[in-house]
């Protein structure tokens, strides 16, 4: 039976030595096998986040919710002021977890939705007061909106505010420069450009995020604690077996590869890749007059968002082709737009993105 490629914005397909390391037989955490991969996976985070050599890598069983949460709960407690840069549904999820916490939070909310936040407005709000930290979505998966994480690095590191990236629709894929740009930390989600099933919450946290745990009163959830899980990763990557709580080993194995995989193309290539491949879309619709949801400026090269103008059916039509896309996430406008996840393996395969786009052409043409 032939099955749909799955090309929404996470889960996305996986490539076959992905696949063939998750059909391996159980092995126990302190394996020599299991004990490599993941020390090997978390040298390659580094160099995947193109990260420095003092950073602290971490691979723990979980959602990119729970990536988020264990960013903004090792960095903040209740009292503490932050900003949030808002570009959409993640940006609302961001403000929210940080509220629960009793933190403060100063919201900078793209004008309107597609929109790319203010910088100007949080250089003015960092040279103005003092905040704690700055968080922001490197793609934010409901509008299809790139944030200019560069730019928003610097003034953090100008003003000393650390700086929190939602790399979860981003991380090898859009341009990331840890080390260069000075990014405090940014974390990812398996299921996403990694090419991997869901399940690994991943983030690369600088020294100075570090410290600002250690200064927190009380501290997040054990679970979820930088400084209980950082023996652990520093024993892996000595590739000495350690227990705190046991690791996904059948998904790390995975990861391993899939680092390995994305490495051997070289990140430079993978991040001119994506690019190339989101620019083939625009065109695809800019031809068809079908109208994207972001900025054109600030669009993503993981995902398309576009709104199905005379094509409600889209979603059906494509998948009559052999291909499932993805219907709106944003809440105020779910229904008038879809989404197209075009990262990672189905980024590199060629077949992948080329199949998508002759169907959408046939179908565009059709009418
Ligand atoms: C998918 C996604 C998340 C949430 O990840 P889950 O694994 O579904 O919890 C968070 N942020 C962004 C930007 C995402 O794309």
Redesign the pocket.
Known sequence: MTRDILMI??PVELSPAVYKALAAPIASHVSPTIIEAHGAALENMRRVWLAGPETQPFIIA???????EMAITNICEAGDKVIVLNSG??GD?NEKMLKRLGVEVRAIKAEKIGAHPDLELLEKELSEDNYKAVFG?????STGVRLDVEKVSKHCRQSGTLSIF?????TAAETFRMQDWGADVYYT?S??ALGLP?GL?LMVCSEKAIKARKTLKSGPPLSMDWLAWRPIMQAYENRKGSYFSTPATGLISALDVSLEEILSVGMEEIFSLHQRVGDRFRSLFEEHHLSILPESKYAANTLSAVYYGEHQTILQQVKEGGYVIAGGLHPEIKATYFRIGHMGYSARNGKDVQGLIDVLKKLLSEK
């Open positions: 914005p996470g979980g959602s990119g919710t729970i990536a988020m549904y993640f999820r979505t490197h793609v934010d998966t939602d790399g979860v629709c981003a989600a299921q996403k869901p919450a």
